[in-house]
């Protein structure tokens, strides 16, 4: 009994001994990154996080360490318990990741974790030559030719969107609308339609919680649910935990793919018998294609493409990135009309123009459109809703003259080369338009601007969601003229808004930014102030 006390004392002093060594001595003394430029400053257990959580914008720590070391490719900083990882700082090291090593770098498991409880595994968390693969077997649905087809689809949601203004509006001149939920409603509607293949409020007869209500529980889960999703993500304790924000979170989740596991068992039915019938016209929707093509491959080969499970996960994937990232850059556009006149005066005599000349236009001419197609491109600039997308290196890796061994962090984060002043210049944080028109030097590199990130990895919804944010905007500008925003008064904690009408150009100004978030958007919305044009 004595020598099993021993033992258990034995191993309790050696895993305490080994986890002071890796917390603080290693990173400290020994780590080989320890000489990379980076902030010192750790909390001994949180590392940064809890600067970075308490800071006014989600992306403001970061911003700050990419000014004060300037020319550094990577800036080293000490993340939960000790855990080193590098922020990709220079263009050339954004390159080098997403493009020359791409494949040798996976997403790390707290990453898997944090994003993957929302939007699925699926090809946002497949690897390597699997991941390869899967992007050629569902690029058919999101080619400029399928694009071409579903503009439609866009046009008709936009329509449904401009008429919630109308009633807001009612037989008033004036009027004001939180704009963040429409917005992120309409979105969710064209991903049914063209991910899924059904009118989501069709399925509200059926369910007792809506698609779009089950992804808002779990994407706004107020500040305890928020911190049990992180935790989570380094520590996995949902099972454990049983708080009623933990429960609601598995319950929508669960609900969630319950809902997409009927779609498909529904889909595969009315398929087989010849009763589906098509919503996006010529094009097919997501499921549709993915369930055809891999009948086609059974018959042809008598292989599996596809479980359900995977299925499942892809379409979480297409599902969850591909409306909330649209409604918050949408929002942001919203937020730029109504604060900056003169910017949407000049985008209304261009549509206007078009209209005219065009009345239903198609893909082709939206897309030439040059001032909006600026104006599209800024606001993701900007205000690019996607904050931080994270690797891990697979192997040791040298990049930029910097050893990276195998297993670390890196943090790509959008904002730190949109708000690069060696790239875009002094004013990179004001918001031109017209910057487009003359790119030059390391702006004009495709590395520069990364909402969407580049290379094999790059979203495969650019071209989606470029063109039905063009058609939403094209609708609304036409029909309405953006006054003001309601403005967050922190003094008041929002109770009291005052209207913010203009020269307010500069980066998130007169808006209280969400944090801790995973994208960059307003916290508790954005209140618009409209009128008939
Ligand atoms: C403004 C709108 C959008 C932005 C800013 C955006 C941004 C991004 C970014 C930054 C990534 C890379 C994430 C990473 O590697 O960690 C990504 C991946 C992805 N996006 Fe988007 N996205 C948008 C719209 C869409 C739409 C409309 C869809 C589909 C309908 C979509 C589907 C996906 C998918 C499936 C991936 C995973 C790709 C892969 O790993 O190969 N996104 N998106």
Redesign the pocket.
């Known amino acids: 009994f004595r020598i099993l006390k021993w033992a258990q004392i034995f191993f309790c002093l050696q895993y305490v001994a080994h986890e002071i060594y890796r917390i603080i001595i290693f990173p400290n003394f020994f780590s080989p990154l320890r000489h990379l430029p980076g902030p010192k400053d750790h909390n001994l257990l949180l590392g940064q996080e809890l600067k970075k959580f308490r800071a006014e914008s989600p992306v403001g720590v970061q911003l700050e360490w990419s000014r004060k070391w300037p020319d550094a490719p990577f800036i080293r900083y000490l993340s939960i318990a000790g855990k080193e990882a590098l922020l990709v700082n220079s263009l050339a090291a954004h390159k080098a990741v997403l493009q020359s090593h791409v494949y040798d770098f996976v997403?790390p498991p707290f990453f898997a974790r944090l994003?993957g409880e929302i939007a699925g595994t699926?090809?946002?968390f497949?690897e390597g030559e699997h991941?390869r693969h899967q992007?050629k077997l569902l690029a058919g649905p999101?080619s400029v030719p399928s694009m071409r087809k579903i503009v439609p689809v866009f046009q008709d949601e936009a329509k449904s969107l401009s008429e919630v203004f109308d009633s807001a509006m009612g037989t008033g001149s004036r009027a004001s609308i939180e704009v963040t939920d429409v917005l992120s409603k309409s979105t969710m509607d064209t991903?049914g339609v063209?991910?899924l293949g059904i009118e989501l409020d069709t399925l509200s007869s059926i369910y007792p919680v809506g698609f779009n209500e089950l992804y808002h529980r779990m994407l706004q889960q107020g500040p305890l649910g928020t911190l049990i999703w992180v935790i989570n993500a380094f520590l996995p304790i949902r099972r454990f935990i049983p708080l009623e924000a933990n429960r609601k979170f598995i319950q929508a989740s669960s609900d969630l793919r319950r809902m997409l596991r009927d779609i498909i068992e529904k889909r595969t039915t009315d398929l087989s018998d010849g009763t589906f019938k098509r919503e996006v016209g010529e094009s097919r929707d997501l499921l549709t294609y993915m369930l055809e093509e891999a009948e086609a491959q059974r018959q042809q080969t008598g292989k599996e493409t596809w479980t359900t499970d995977d299925i499942i996960g892809?379409l979480l994937?297409?599902t969850s990135?591909?409306?909330e990232?649209?409604s918050t850059?949408l929002t942001w556009a919203l937020y730029v009309l109504a604060t900056n006149h003169g910017v949407q005066a000049r985008l209304r005599t261009e549509i206007q123009t078009l209209l005219k000349a065009s009345p239903k236009p198609n893909y082709d001419e939206i897309s030439r459109l040059p001032y909006l197609n600026n104006f599209v491109r800024e606001v993701?600039r900007v205000h690019?809703?996607?904050i931080m997308?994270?690797r891990q290196a697979a192997k040791d890796l040298v990049i930029q003259g910097v050893h990276i061994p195998k297993g670390t962090q890196i943090d790509l984060n959008?904002h730190i080369m949109h708000q690069n002043q060696g790239v875009w210049g002094p004013d990179a944080a004001v918001f031109n338009p017209g910057r487009w028109d003359h790119l030059t030097g390391d702006a004009a590199s495709p590395y520069a601007f990364?909402?969407?990130?580049q290379g094999?990895?790059?979203?495969?919804?650019?071209n989606?969601?470029l063109i039905?944010?063009k058609a939403f905007l094209i609708e609304l500008i036409i029909k309405w003229r953006f006054v003001g925003i309601e403005r967050w008064d922190d003094k008041t904690d929002g109770a009291e808004r005052e209207l913010l009408t203009g020269g307010e150009e500069e980066v998130g100004r007169g808006v209280k930014l969400a944090n801790p978030s995973v994208t960059y958007r307003p916290a508790g919305g954005l209140i618009v102030r409209f009128e008939r044009v």
């Open positions: 997403k994003v699926g090809l946002l497949a991941h992007r999101f991903i063209t991910v892809h994937n297409f990135a591909g409306h990232t649209s850059t993701l690019s809703p996607p997308s994270s959008m990364e909402p969407f990130i094999p990895r790059m979203c495969p919804g650019k989606f969601s039905e944010m």
